[in-house]
C-alpha cells in the first residue's frame, strides 16, 4: 500500500525558516517524480513545487520560488521542503503528493497519492 | 499560468440527482485535465485524469468529458458519499494549476 507521511509543520514567526518531510513507503520511491501542494486554511489547492525521480530537476511556482528549496534523498524515500522567509500568506496545509504514471509508463502530470498533510501557521 | 475557472461555486442537491460540474480552461490544455474530490479533513482523492479517464477504484457513476477549454465532471447519481469539494487541474504546462473548486452540499 502507498503511504506518504508529511512531518514538521508547526507555528513559526515570519522570517522564520522550517523543513518539512515526507516520508514514502509501499512503492518505488526512486522512480517517482514528487510533489508539494499546499492549501490555505478554507482556501484550494495550490501546487507549489515537482522533482523529478532523481532530484536533479526541480520546478518551482513563482509564489515561492527563491525562498523554498525542495530535495529528495532515494536511500531514505524520502523527500523535503525547506522553507526559508515564510510569510503569513505561506499558512497552509501542505502536501506531498506522488506524480501519476499511466499503465503504459507515461508520466502523467497529476497526482495519485497524497498524504495527510502538514499545518504551517505562520504568524507572530 | 493557465488559470481554471470552475462552475459554480456550490451545488446543493439530494442524493439520487444527477450533477454536472464545468472547469474552463484561460487556454488551451488538450485533452490534461485531472479531476479531484476532497472532503473535510481529508486529502484530495483523484478521480478523472486526461479529461475522461476513470483513476483505479473510481465508481462508473463519474465521468468526465471535453477538450480544449471547455471540461465537465457528470455524477450520474449522488450518493451520500459524493458532497464534497471538487477541483479541476491541468498537467499541460508549468506551473501547474487548480480550479477555485465546486462544492457539492446536501438539499
Known amino acids: 500500500e502507498v503511504q506518504l507521511v508529511e512531518s514538521g509543520g508547526g507555528l513559526v514567526q515570519p522570517g522564520e525558516s522550517l523543513r518539512l518531510s515526507c516520508a514514502a513507503s509501499g512503492f518505488t520511491f526512486s522512480s517517482y517524480e514528487m510533489n508539494w501542494v499546499r492549501q490555505a486554511p478554507g482556501k484550494g489547492l495550490e501546487w507549489i513545487s515537482n522533482?523529478?525521480?532523481?532530484?536533479?530537476?526541480?520546478y518551482y511556482a513563482d509564489s515561492v520560488k527563491g525562498r523554498f528549496t525542495t530535495s529528495r534523498d532515494n536511500a531514505k524515500n524520502s523527500l523535503y521542503l525547506q522553507m526559508n522567509s515564510l510569510r503569513a500568506e505561506d499558512t497552509a496545509v501542505y502536501y506531498c503528493a506522488r506524480t501519476y504514471y499511466s499503465a503504459s509508463g507515461s508520466r502523467l502530470l497529476y497526482f495519485d497519492h497524497w498524504g495527510q498533510g502538514t499545518l504551517v501557521t505562520v504568524s507572530s | 499560468e493557465i488559470v481554471l475557472t470552475q462552475s459554480p461555486g456550490t451545488l446543493s442537491l439530494s442524493p439520487g440527482e444527477g450533477i454536472t460540474l464545468s472547469c474552463r480552461a484561460s487556454q488551451s490544455v488538450y485533452s490534461n485535465i485531472a479531476w479531484y474530490q476532497q472532503k473535510p479533513g481529508q486529502a484530495p482523492r483523484l478521480l478523472i485524469y486526461?479529461?475522461?479517464n476513470r483513476a483505479t477504484g473510481i465508481p462508473a457513476r463519474f465521468s468526465g468529458g471535453g477538450s480544449g477549454t471547455d471540461f465537465t465532471l457528470t455524477i450520474s447519481s449522488l450518493e451520500p458519499e459524493d458532497f464534497a469539494v471538487y477541483y479541476c487541474?491541468?498537467?499541460?504546462?508549468?506551473?501547474?494549476?487548480f480550479g477555485g473548486g465546486t462544492k457539492v452540499e446536501i438539499k
Open positions: 522533482s523529478s525521480s532523481s532530484g536533479s530537476s526541480i
Open positions: 486526461d479529461a475522461s
Open positions: 487541474q491541468q498537467g499541460n504546462r508549468w506551473p501547474l494549476t
